[in-house]
Structure formats: C-alpha cells, structure tokens
C-alpha cells in the first residue's frame, strides 16, 4: 500500500537554527498538505499546495517558515531560526484529487531545545 | 467549517464497548460527518465517515440521529491497541483539496 514518507522522523534542534523537513506523497497526488500538530492538540493547517502552486498558506509564519514544491511532487518546510514554541510533530498529507481523501505520513517529531 | 465538541478523554476495559459522542450542533446541510484515528507519533487516518442514519464497516460503526446535530462513533469490543485519538470532523464528504480542520480530539485509553 502507498504511503506518505516524511523524513526525518524526529528532530533536535537548537533555538535560532535552521531545519529542515522532506515529504513525499503519494505517487500522482497533485495536492499535498503541511499540518503541524503540538501536544495534545490536533493537527492544524500550514500551507497547501496544488501541484507546485501554493493554495494557501495563510496560517504559516512567513517571517520564519517557507515551503516549497519545485516539481509538483516531493516537497520541503523549513524553520530559520526555528524558535522553543515551534516544538511540535510536522505532518504531511496528500490526496489524489478533490473526490479523493487525503492520507497522512507518520510525521516528523521536532524538539527545538 | 462547523464546531464539534467531544469529550476530552475515556477509559474502558478491554472487550468492552467503547461509544463516543460527539456535537456539531452547526453542521450545514451538505456536511459530513468523519471520524479519523491517531495513534501515538502516527499521523491521522481515516476510519469512517456518514451523512445520515447509521454506517459501519470492519472497524466501528457511526450513528447520526435525524437532526443530524450529534453523531456517535461505536467501537465494538476495545483491545488495547485501539488506544488512540479519535478526531471528530464535520465538512465537505471527501477531503481531498479541502484542508480538515481538527478539534482536540477524544483520548481513548484501553486497559486489560
């Protein structure tokens, strides 16, 4: 069965530096979604993207936190300088199209020490 | 996108039968009502989904009364590993380019 990758599954980091994210989606899913879910929370919206145009990414702190989709398929977030609060899990989702449901990766796990 | 309320968290026993309630006293004529599933550093997954009445498949069963403003998710004899988050969500039937908006979700702890 086709999955969502994310990688890593979990990161350390120090306050004020940069990290990195990596999704894969589902092979042929055009839309690909970036969640960041903190600690008995649920997941919460960053950006979308449809193919490599970002949809929204109104909820995403631009002043620190980018995406990016270059060729429509894998796709990257990054925190500069990542900060204590953005400790949280990072999830990824895609989906095929809009009759479709989006399926989730297991996630990556920051801790920003 | 409507508000649901559903309790913060519920312990059962193993075997038992596990029924969680869940308000979306907002819910708009063409919403649907989706349970997901998370596991422990898992991300969500899909577990069922209803419009009206009562739907079940290999995993639970959902029940949604007539003014379809509350919706039930029946778990049919818990084992521990169905020790999870269960996430009520009301919108659009598939969420394909519609992100889902999550509440706090409901913990449900399975003890033997």
């Known amino acids: 069965e086709a999955e969502v990758a994310q990688s890593p599954r979990y990161k350390i980091t120090e306050k004020s530096q940069a990290v990195a994210f990596w999704c894969d989606p589902i092979?042929?899913?055009?839309?690909l979604y970036w969640y960041r879910q903190i600690l008995g929370q649920g997941p919460e919206l960053l950006v979308q993207?449809?193919?490599?145009?970002?949809?929204?990414d109104s909820q995403l702190p631009k002043d620190r936190f980018s995406a990016e989709r270059l060729k429509g398929v894998d796709s990257t977030l990054k925190i500069q300088p990542a900060e204590l609060g953005d400790s949280a899990m990072y999830l990824c989702?895609?989906?095929?199209?809009?009759?479709?449901?989006?399926?989730f990766g297991q996630g990556t796990r920051l801790t920003v020490v | 996108l409507a508000k649901t309320t559903q309790p913060i968290s519920m312990d059962s026993y193993e075997g038992q039968e596990v029924n969680i309630t869940c308000s979306h006293n907002?819910?708009?004529?063409?919403?649907?009502i989706t349970w997901y599933q998370q596991f422990p550093s898992q991300g969500p997954r899909f577990i069922i989904q209803?419009?009206?009445t009562k739907v079940t498949n290999e995993v639970a069963s959902l029940f949604i009364p007539a003014d379809r403003k509350s919706s039930t998710l029946s778990l049919p004899r818990v084992s521990l590993s169905d020790t999870a988050v269960y996430y009520c969500?009301?919108?659009?039937?598939?969420?394909?380019?519609?992100?889902?908006?999550f509440g706090k979700g409901t913990r449900l702890s399975v003890i033997a």
């Open positions: 907002n819910i708009a004529t063409n919403d649907y």
């Open positions: 989702a895609s989906s095929r199209d809009r009759n479709t449901e989006a399926f």
């Open positions: 969500l009301v919108g659009p039937e598939h969420s394909g380019n519609t992100p889902l908006v």
């Open positions: 209803g419009y009206k």
């Open positions: 993207f449809q193919d490599e145009s970002v949809v929204d």
């Open positions: 092979s042929g899913h055009a839309t």
